[in-house]
C-alpha cells in the first residue's frame, strides 16, 4: 500500500509545508471544525504504527493523552509550569470551556516521535535528554507560530516571539513525565514509521512560521524537519 513507501511521508510533508499559507492566510474561528480534523489527520500515522509494533499502544496513547489534560488544564487554571494562558476559539471545542478537546492528539504525537529518538540511545540519561530536547525544540517551532495566529494566548508576552522563556521550563517538565510514562509501556525500540505524525507536524508549522516572517523558528524547524527527513529516508 502506499503509505508503506518511506517517501509518501516527506512528500506530504512537503506538500504541508506550502499548505500552512493558506492557514495563516485564512485562519478563522469559523475554520476551527477544520482545524480539528487536520489535528486529528496528523496523529492518525503515529497512532497507526505504534499499535502494529504495540499491544499497548493505545494504553500509551490514553494514559500520555490523560497526562496531556491534566498538565494544560493545570496551566490554564494556575499559569504553572508554562506561565498564564488562555485557549481561542481557533482550537475548536473545549472541556467546560477551558482545555481542547483535541489536545491529547496535537501532544502524544510529538511524544511517541521523539520517543523513536530516545529510545535509540544507550544510557537512560541520554534516553530522556534526546527525548525532552526534540519536544522543547517541537516547542520553539510550534509556539511562536500559535501565538502569532491567535490560537491562545499568554499573560504576560515576551522572550521568544511572544512566548515567555517559563513555558519552556514547563516544556522540560511535561516532556520528563511524558517520556517517563512513555517508556513504562514501550521498552524496545520502535520502527522509524512511527515518526511520521512529528515529521508532518513539523513540516507543516515549519511552513507556518515562514509565512508569518519568523524567522528563527523558521530556521530552526528547518534543520530539524531536514534533519528528521533524512533520518526517515536513510537506510538502516
Not at 493523552?65 to 498538565?71: E, K, P
Not at 495566529?149 to 521568544?160: D, K, S
Amino acid at each position: 500500500m502506499v503509505w508503506r513507501s518511506k517517501l509518501v511521508w516527506p512528500v506530504l510533508g512537503s506538500f504541508l509545508f506550502f499548505a500552512s499559507y493558506f492557514t495563516v492566510r485564512f485562519i478563522e474561528p469559523s475554520l476551527a471544525t477544520v482545524s480539528a480534523i487536520s489535528i486529528t489527520f496528523f496523529a492518525l500515522p503515529s497512532f497507526y504504527f505504534l499499535q502494529k509494533e504495540n499491544k499497548k499502544a493505545w494504553l500509551i496513547i490514553l494514559i500520555i493523552g490523560l497526562f496531556a489534560y491534566l498538565i494544560e488544564t493545570i496551566g490554564i487554571l494556575t499559569g504553572f509550569p508554562y506561565s498564564p494562558f488562555v485557549y481561542s476559539d481557533l482550537i475548536g471545542p473545549k472541556w467546560f470551556g477551558v482545555t481542547p478537546v483535541f489536545l491529547p492528539l496535537a501532544f502524544v504525537p510529538l511524544v511517541i516521535g521523539a520517543g523513536y529518538f530516545a529510545l535509540k540511545q544507550k544510557t537512560v540519561l541520554k534516553k530522556y535528554l534526546v527525548g525532552i530536547g526534540i519536544l522543547v525544540l517541537a516547542d520553539l517551532i510550534l509556539d511562536p507560530a500559535a501565538v502569532a495566529l491567535g490560537i491562545w494566548i499568554w499573560e504576560w508576552q515576551g522572550g521568544f516571539y511572544g512566548v515567555p522563556w517559563v513555558n519552556f521550563l514547563g516544556w522540560i517538565l511535561s516532556g520528563a513525565i511524558s517520556m517517563w510514562l512513555f517508556f513504562q509501556f514501550q521498552k524496545q525500540p520502535l520502527q522509524k514509521e512511527t515518526t511520521t505524525s512529528l515529521l508532518l507536524i513539523l513540516w507543516f508549522w515549519t511552513g507556518a512560521t515562514l509565512w508569518l516572517s519568523l524567522w528563527i523558528p523558521f530556521m530552526i524547524g528547518l534543520v530539524f524537519s531536514g534533519v528528521l527527513t533524512y533520518e526517515f529516508l536513510k537506510k538502516e
